[in-house]
C-alpha cells in the first residue's frame, strides 16, 4: 500500500512559477516508480498526461516533449517526496496535476498504480 498526498497547487498568472510537492508513505516504497501526471478539466481518468516519471533507481524518463523545456520534476530520496517546479505558466497548464506510484513504467493514459488526490493548478489573468 502507497499513499501519495500533493500540494502546492494555486491561482497563479500566466507567466509565473510553481512548485509541487508529492509527498509518498507505504511499503516497499524504494520499489515504486514515482509519476507526475496532469488532467485537464472535463477530461477522463483515462486521459491524464505524463509529465515525467521517476525510476526506483532515481533516473528520469519519459518526459512529456511539450513540457520539458518548463517543467523540472526532482526527488528528494531523504523524505521520500516528489517535486515538479513549473515555469513560465500558460492558461493551458490549468489542470489538476496528480502524482502516482507504479511498479511498471507508467505512460501518458495510464490508470494503474496508486494516485493522490491531486493538487489543482488553475493559470489564468
Known amino acids: 500500500q502507497v499513499e501519495l498526498v500533493e500540494s502546492g497547487g494555486a491561482l497563479v498568472h500566466p507567466g509565473e512559477t510553481l512548485r509541487l510537492s508529492c509527498a509518498a508513505s507505504?511499503?516497499?516504497?524504494?520499489?515504486?516508480?514515482l509519476a507526475w501526471f496532469r488532467q485537464a478539466p472535463g477530461k477522463a481518468d483515462d486521459e491524464r498526461e505524463l509529465?515525467?516519471?521517476?525510476?526506483?533507481?532515481?533516473?528520469?524518463?519519459n518526459y512529456a516533449p511539450s513540457l520539458k523545456d518548463r517543467f523540472t520534476v526532482s526527488k528528494d530520496s531523504s523524505n521520500n517526496t516528489v517535486y515538479l517546479e513549473m515555469n513560465s505558466l500558460k492558461p493551458e497548464d490549468t489542470a489538476l496535476y496528480l502524482c502516482?506510484?507504479?511498479?511498471?513504467?507508467?505512460?501518458?493514459?495510464?490508470?494503474?498504480?496508486?494516485w493522490g488526490r491531486g493538487t489543482q493548478v488553475t493559470v489564468s489573468s
Open positions: 502516482n506510484a507504479d511498479l511498471l513504467t507508467q505512460y501518458s493514459h495510464s490508470t494503474r498504480g496508486y
Open positions: 507505504g511499503s516497499r516504497l524504494s520499489a515504486y516508480n
Open positions: 509529465i515525467a516519471a521517476i525510476s526506483s533507481g532515481g533516473g528520469i524518463y
